[in-house]
C-alpha cells in the first residue's frame, strides 16, 4: 500500500497480510482510494479536502486519512479499536511524519464519548463489511459532537447502505466487492 497523490504522493505505508497476521484488516485498495479522491476532487463536490477536518472511523491503516492529510486536509482524527491496527497505525503516522496533524483515538467507534474538538467536515467509515457497525457508529460520532453539519461521508461497505436519519446518500459506486456510498450530513432540522 502506498499514498496515491500529494505531498506525500509515494509513500509506502507499512505492510500488512501475513506479516501482520492477526490483524484483522481489510485496507482500502490503491484503487478504490484513487477512485474515492478523484471522484471528491473531480469537481462534483466543491473540493472537500483542502482545509478539511477528517475523521477516520474504523482507520485501520489510516490509509484514507494519510491520503487526505497528504491532498491538503488541515487535520486528521483517527478512531480506532484493535490494538495491533493501532500499531499499524501509529508507524503509517510516523512514516509520513504528520505527528502534528494528526490525533489518535484508541476505542469503541460505536461508543464515541463526546469532543471538545472542532467537528470533521469530510469522515471515511469503513467498518467491518455485513456487520452492521456503520450506522451506529454515525450515530455516536454526531451526537459527541465529531461531525459537522454538511460533513460529507464516504462510507465503505459490501453493498449500499441506508443511512441513519439525518444524512443523505449522494451517490453510489461499486469496486469490485467494495460498495462506496457517499453521504452528506444534513443540518438538523432540515
Given at each position: 500500500?502506498?499514498?496515491?497523490?500529494?505531498?506525500?504522493?509515494?509513500?509506502?505505508?507499512?505492510?500488512?497480510?501475513?506479516?501482520?497476521?492477526?490483524?484483522?484488516?481489510?485496507?482500502?485498495?490503491?484503487?478504490?482510494?484513487?477512485?474515492?479522491?478523484?471522484?471528491?476532487?473531480?469537481?462534483?463536490?466543491?473540493?472537500?479536502?483542502?482545509?478539511?477536518?477528517?475523521?477516520?472511523?474504523?482507520?485501520?491503516?489510516?490509509?484514507?486519512?494519510?491520503?487526505?492529510?497528504?491532498?491538503?486536509?488541515?487535520?486528521?482524527?483517527?478512531?480506532?479499536?484493535?490494538?495491533?491496527?493501532?500499531?499499524?497505525?501509529?508507524?503509517?503516522?510516523?512514516?509520513?511524519?504528520?505527528?502534528?496533524?494528526?490525533?489518535?483515538?484508541?476505542?469503541?467507534?460505536?461508543?464515541?464519548?463526546?469532543?471538545?474538538?472542532?467537528?470533521?467536515?469530510?469522515?471515511?467509515?469503513?467498518?467491518?463489511?455485513?456487520?452492521?457497525?456503520?450506522?451506529?457508529?454515525?450515530?455516536?460520532?454526531?451526537?459527541?459532537?465529531?461531525?459537522?453539519?454538511?460533513?460529507?461521508?464516504?462510507?465503505?461497505?459490501?453493498?449500499?447502505?441506508t443511512p441513519p436519519?439525518?444524512?443523505?446518500?449522494?451517490?453510489?459506486?461499486?469496486?469490485?466487492?467494495?460498495c462506496l456510498n457517499?453521504?452528506?450530513?444534513?443540518?438538523?432540522?432540515?
Amino acid at each position: 500500500m502506498r499514498i496515491i497523490g500529494g505531498r506525500m504522493r509515494g509513500l509506502k505505508l507499512a505492510a500488512i497480510g501475513k506479516a501482520r497476521a492477526g490483524s484483522l484488516l481489510r485496507p482500502t485498495s490503491d484503487r478504490v482510494r484513487e477512485s474515492l479522491f478523484n471522484l471528491l476532487l473531480g469537481g462534483r463536490f466543491d473540493d472537500p479536502v483542502t482545509g478539511a477536518r477528517v475523521l477516520d472511523l474504523f482507520a485501520g491503516t489510516g490509509a484514507l486519512g494519510l491520503e487526505a492529510l497528504s491532498r491538503g486536509a488541515a487535520c486528521a482524527t483517527f478512531v480506532e479499536n484493535g490494538r495491533k491496527a493501532s500499531r499499524i497505525l501509529q508507524e503509517n503516522i510516523a512514516r509520513a511524519e504528520v505527528e502534528k496533524e494528526t490525533r489518535l483515538v484508541r476505542g469503541d467507534v460505536t461508543r464515541l464519548a463526546p469532543t471538545t474538538e472542532e467537528p470533521a467536515t469530510l469522515v471515511f467509515l469503513d467498518p467491518p463489511f455485513r456487520r452492521g457497525l456503520g450506522g451506529p457508529a454515525l450515530v455516536a460520532a454526531r451526537s459527541g459532537g465529531w461531525i459537522a453539519d454538511g460533513a460529507l461521508i464516504a462510507w465503505e461497505e459490501a453493498d449500499e447502505v441506508t443511512p441513519p436519519p439525518g444524512i443523505a446518500v449522494l451517490d453510489i459506486r461499486r469496486y469490485g466487492d467494495t460498495c462506496l456510498n457517499l453521504c452528506r450530513m444534513d443540518a438538523p432540522g432540515a
